[in-house]
T-cell receptor, first 111, second 112 residues
């Protein structure tokens, strides 16, 4: 069964304390993996797309990497404004309209 | 600025009532989507549309209906047949189905 699992469910960091969020997936043919950031009461905001194993994308303090079975979102020296829920989604090759979303990691960065 | 507008932000439904959630985009995107978000669960696809006057059911279409009469608009009706409608509803669009989806800020639906 195609699915996406994110861990941990919640993560508390001190400002400046680097860490990683995990997104593991099983899908019958991966077309792309997407990372989103979601603030409370808002819609998800697109961050990155990764298409092939070994690919990396960076934006400010965030870096996303992809292997054949999982993706990591590395957060370097986080700030309180990085606090949000981070969602991962995979797009299947057999149906581009089929996106499998994980339930997210809720990140809280304390000053 | 281009974007996706969902309205209303909060909506209350009485028993036996149909309600319609609005989604408008000015991004000139062809594809539009409706998702439902429940606490502790991933987003689940309700309906999607790749072009005007065409739409397909997603994973949880029962109790919902949509229309796509204009490229910019993709309203979702939650019918009385949907027995558990309380959720956060998100509309998304993309240039085409191969591109990342961009989301509106959602409508929170509750039952009175």
């Amino acid at each position: 069964e195609d699915q996406v699992t994110q861990s941990p469910e919640a993560l508390r960091l001190q400002e400046g304390e680097s860490s990683s969020l995990n997104c593991s997936y099983t899908v019958s043919g991966l077309r792309g993996l997407f990372w989103y950031r979601q603030d409370p009461g808002k819609g998800p905001e697109f961050l990155f797309t990764l298409y092939s194993a070994g690919e990396e994308k960076e934006k400010e303090r965030l870096k996303a990497t992809l292997t054949k079975k999982e993706s990591f979102l590395h957060i370097t020296a986080p700030k309180p404004e990085d606090s949000a829920t981070y969602l991962c989604a995979v797009q299947a090759l057999y149906n581009f309209n089929k996106f499998y979303f994980g339930s997210g990691t809720k990140l809280n960065v304390k000053p | 600025d281009g974007g996706i507008t969902q309205s209303p932000k909060y909506l209350f439904r009485k028993e036996g009532q149909n309600v319609t959630l609005s989604c408008e985009q000015n991004l000139n995107h062809d594809a539009m989507y409706w998702y439902r978000q429940d606490p502790g669960q991933g987003l689940r696809l309700i309906y999607y549309s790749q072009i005007v006057n065409d739409f397909q059911k997603g994973d949880i279409a029962e109790g919902y209906s949509v229309s796509r009469e204009k490229k910019e608009s993709f309203p979702l009706t939650v019918t009385s047949a949907q027995k558990n409608p309380t959720a956060f509803y998100l509309c998304a669009s993309s240039k085409d189905s191969s591109q990342p989806q961009h989301f509106g800020d959602g409508t929170r639906l509750s039952i009175l």
